[in-house]
Nanobody, 123 residues
Framework: QVQLVESGGGLVQAGGSLRLSCAASGGTFSRSAMGWFRQAPGKEREFVAV???????YYADSVKGRFTISRDNAKNTVYLQMDSLKPEDTAVYYC?????????????????WGQGTQVTVSS
């Protein structure tokens, strides 16, 4: 059974940092694109970042320069380093896996979703 399990969420003050992790199990993800999405209360889920199997990265404009996505294929884990956090970054963050970065970025083809981890940034 394939599972994506996020961790690392929490409460942080504006300007602080958090590092999210997503551990994949039950399958092989070394050739998958891995991404992060977020959903704030009352809003639709939105793309945050994605990394290809060869570590090509794409970011939403709202997080570019503040967030860094990376992956460790040996550990089947993808990370999201979030720096200079803002209150508007508050959301539930979801990990996702798909066949390539193009479809993951647009959420057209997501093979697997994690259960989400809450990130709250206080002002």
């Amino acid at each position: 059974q394939v599972q994506l399990v996020e961790s690392g969420g929490g409460l942080v003050q504006a300007g602080g940092s958090l590092r999210l992790s997503c551990a994949a199990s039950g399958g092989t993800f070394s050739r998958s694109a891995m991404g992060w999405f977020r959903q704030a209360p009352g809003k639709e889920r939105e793309f945050v970042a994605v990394v290809s199997w060869s570590s090509t990265r794409y970011y939403a404009d709202s997080v570019k320069g503040r967030f860094t996505i990376s992956r460790d294929n040996a550990k089947n884990t993808v990370y999201l380093q979030m720096d200079s956090l803002k209150p508007e970054d508050t959301a539930v963050y979801y990990c996702a896996a798909g066949p390539n970065t193009s479809v993951v970025r647009t959420a057209k083809t997501i093979d697997y979703w994690g259960q989400g981890t809450q990130v709250t940034v206080s002002s």
